[in-house]
């Protein structure tokens, strides 16, 4: 499962470094969400977002969280070669979300952290 605690137990990773990330091959590091470490694409791609994250090496590609979130929050991104799947959701609208908690629910693998605070 996703640590809860991974704003405290992992560092993010920086700007200069999201953009070098960015211009690679695979399209999982959007624009605007944070990524928190450690990141080695394609096998190790961190924790994407902040409010809502997802550990994108414990995502498998459900895609229940996609489907059910009443205010869209996620979109589909491209992994190429990441060991555990090939497409993982990224929490591009995370501003918006109403912590309604269903995600965390619903995820067969507990994959995402939402904190309200
Ligand atoms: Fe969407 Fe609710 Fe998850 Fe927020 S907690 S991302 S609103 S499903
Ligand atoms: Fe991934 Fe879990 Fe959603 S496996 S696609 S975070 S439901």
Redesign the pocket.
């Known amino acids: 499962a996703i640590d809860p605690n991974f704003d405290q137990n992992r560092e993010q990773v920086s700007e200069e470094k999201l953009d070098e990330l960015r211009s690679s091959e695979n399209d999982a590091f959007g624009d605007g969400v944070a990524v928190w470490g450690p990141v080695e694409p394609p096998e190790k791609l961190g924790i994407h977002g902040t409010h809502v994250a ?2 994108y090496d ?9 489907e059910n979130c009443p205010v869209d929050v ?1 979109t ?1 991104v491209d992994t190429p070669d990441h060991p555990v ?1 090939e ?3 990224e929490p591009t609208n995370e501003d918006q979300c109403i912590d309604c908690m269903l ?1 965390v629910d ?7 952290d939402v904190d309200p605070g």
């Open positions: 997802v550990d414990i995502c498998l590609a459900d895609g229940a969280c996609l996620f589909w799947s497409t993982k959701v995600c619903i995820c067969p693998v507990d994959a995402i």
